[in-house]
């Protein structure tokens, strides 16, 4: 399974950086109520092998990831390490600076489907793809409101 999409961002390419790789803020941009730094990253608090945790209601945990790709302020790659239906899911999210005040976000997902297709995989695919594309524009608009 994979999918890609791009985003337009009315923001300087260093603050939407700043907005997409502040881990804990991302309990604004996805369906969780709080997002727990487990683990820093090195040399960068944020950056490769920081791990971060999305709680949902009662702090139940619902998924961690592992930051495995940093170049800043352009990309960084992250791998899901526990999450059903899928496995060996991994991101690519890559900031192309388009002029002073403006960038383009674009997003790579791909992992293997953990249940087959005719029982709903491609539905699964979508549903991600949704709210990814759904928190790349909160990010956008959180980044176009900071500058």
């Known amino acids: ?3 890609e999409f791009s985003v337009e961002v009315d ?11 502040d881990h804990v803020r991302w309990c ?16 960068e608090r944020n950056g490769l092998g920081a ?8 702090g ?22 526990s999450s059903f239906p899928m496995k060996n899911y991994r991101s690519t999210m890559k900031l192309i600076a388009d ?6 976000l674009f997003w790579k997902s791909n992992w293997q489907s953990a249940i087959p297709t005719w029982l709903g995989a ?3 695919r979508n549903r991600v793809q949704k ?15 900071e500058t």
């Open 1 to 3: 399974m994979t999918f």
């Open 122 to 124: 491609k539905l699964v």
């Open 28 to 43: 604004d941009w996805m369906p969780a109520s709080k997002v727990v730094l487990e683990k820093q990253g090195a040399p």
């Open 60 to 81: 139940v945990s619902a998924s961690r990831e592992e930051v495995v790709g940093w170049e800043s302020p352009h990309s960084m790659s992250y791998i899901l390490h």
């Open 11 to 21: 923001a300087p390419q260093k603050t939407m950086w700043r907005v997409m790789t």
């Open 131 to 145: 709210m990814l594309k759904s928190a790349a524009v909160k990010m956008a608009t959180a980044a176009s409101q």
């Open 99 to 104: 002029g002073p005040d403006r960038c383009r």
């Open 51 to 58: 791990v971060r945790v999305f709680k949902v209601a009662g």
